[in-house]
């Protein structure tokens, strides 16, 4: 068994999308208002780590299909990078999905897909594991996806004799529709108290009247 460090430095990696729809069906919050910083501040804080850093990934909309939430996300990307927080965004993908009505018509509904963001979510996990960068791994998401790189993180430690935790950070409450954190992971639940002290008090959504 590897010698637990006294100081754990910790990082966290924010998958933005899965954060936001499930705080979303666990709190009723209808856009993403939390801050990052605060959320890994505070779940350090509760656990006794050292914060070492935070990590952002989104995937944005373009402004063709979505001129609001293109603004936003240009908006709060740019303020998250100059409050010092490492961003990763790429353009959404869309793909056509056939739905049958009830009157036996098909309609076409537009799905939106990020593409890549939780693949380099993992990797950056990885990397920065098998560098040495890291104690403690703090994932704010619930995709089950990531549950390989808790097990690539756990034969990291095997391997190099280094003690390594990976945590699934995500809200909990009776209205949440996923209640289980990332497998193979420790998990974090975060309740309406604790998360809403986290939110972020600024509205980056631009005027609506200039969209």
Known sequence: MPAEPEIKRAVSFIDGQNLYRHAKDAFGHHHP??????????????CGWLNCGVRFYTGVP?????????????RRLTAMRRAGIVVTSRSLRYRVEKIRLSDGSIHELPVEREKGIDLRLGLDVVRMARNAELDVAIIFSQD???????????????STGRWLKVVSAFPAG??????????????????????DACLDPRDYRPDRRQT
Not at 33 to 46: E, G, Q, S, T
Not at 146 to 153: D, H, I, N
Not at 174 to 195: E, H, K, L, P, Q
Request: aromatic share 12%.
């Open 33 to 46: 208002n939390y801050d990052p910083r605060k959320l890994a501040d505070a779940v350090c804080a509760d």
């Open 62 to 74: 373009s402004a063709g299909r979505s001129p609001m939430w293109h603004g936003y996300w240009t």
């Open 144 to 158: 089950q996806d990531l549950s390989e790189v808790a097990r690539e993180v756990r034969d990291i430690s095997r």
């Open 174 to 195: 009776s209205n949440a529709t996923v209640r289980r954190g990332i497998d193979r992971t420790d998990w974090f639940r975060m309740d309406r108290r604790f998360y």
